[in-house]
């Protein structure tokens, strides 16, 4: 049985977009040449109506809902488990992101969507091991404000078993 690993869940918050894309794009510069190994990033934006889209690590614009992959509904579900709800992964969920739901309500999941995600912001999120949560925090040098947050390993373990069930549900009805 592999060992446990201790996740972190890294946010840095932004008012303008460009300074988001900036340091994701630092953040990937850092991962490339080794200084860190970051599981999975992407960068959300919120409009003025409070409308999300994800840009997807490695992939490129995933959009607003339906389209998110499972490395990026990975993140944004331990970020706030009601963004996932909106997209094509979260329609086949369903009951499966309840509990994380309402641990995301309690504050052990996740971190508060209107401090670090408010309308007309961004953010890059991302998920690392612990022992490179310092080095990817710092990476986001632009951010106006900056949290680390342990991700507990049964919470993710859930969340991937969903996520993986959910885009095999939304896969069988695309092929139907």
């Known amino acids: ?5 201790n996740l972190v869940l890294v946010v840095g918050a932004y008012t303008d977009s460009t300074l988001a894309e900036s340091d994701y794009a630092a953040l990937k510069s850092g991962e490339d040449v080794g200084d860190y190994k970051v599981d999975g990033a992407v960068v959300m934006s919120r409009d003025a109506d409070g409308k999300v889209s994800v840009t997807e690590h490695d ?11 499972a490395g990026a509904g990975i993140v944004v579900g331990l970020f706030a488990p009601p963004l996932l709800l909106a997209t094509a992964l979260g329609a086949g969920i369903g009951a499966g992101i309840g509990a994380l739901q309402k641990r995301h309500d309690e504050k ?23 022992t490179w949560a310092d080095k990817v925090e710092e990476a986001l040098v632009k951010a106006d404000k900056r949290i680390a947050k342990a991700i507990d390993e049964d919470d993710y373990k ?6 993986a069930k959910s ?3 939304v896969s069988k009805a695309a092929n139907s």
Do not use: F, H, N
Request: proline share 4%; net charge negative.
């Open 1 to 5: 049985m592999a060992a446990e690993r």
């Open 108 to 130: 052990k999941l996740g971190v508060d969507l209107d401090e670090y995600l408010p309308p007309g912001s961004s953010a890059v999120v991302a998920v690392v091991d612990d």
């Open 59 to 69: 992939t490129g614009k995933v959009g607003r809902g339906a389209g998110i992959g």
């Open 167 to 169: 885009e095999e549900e």
């Open 158 to 163: 859930k969340l991937q078993e969903a996520i």
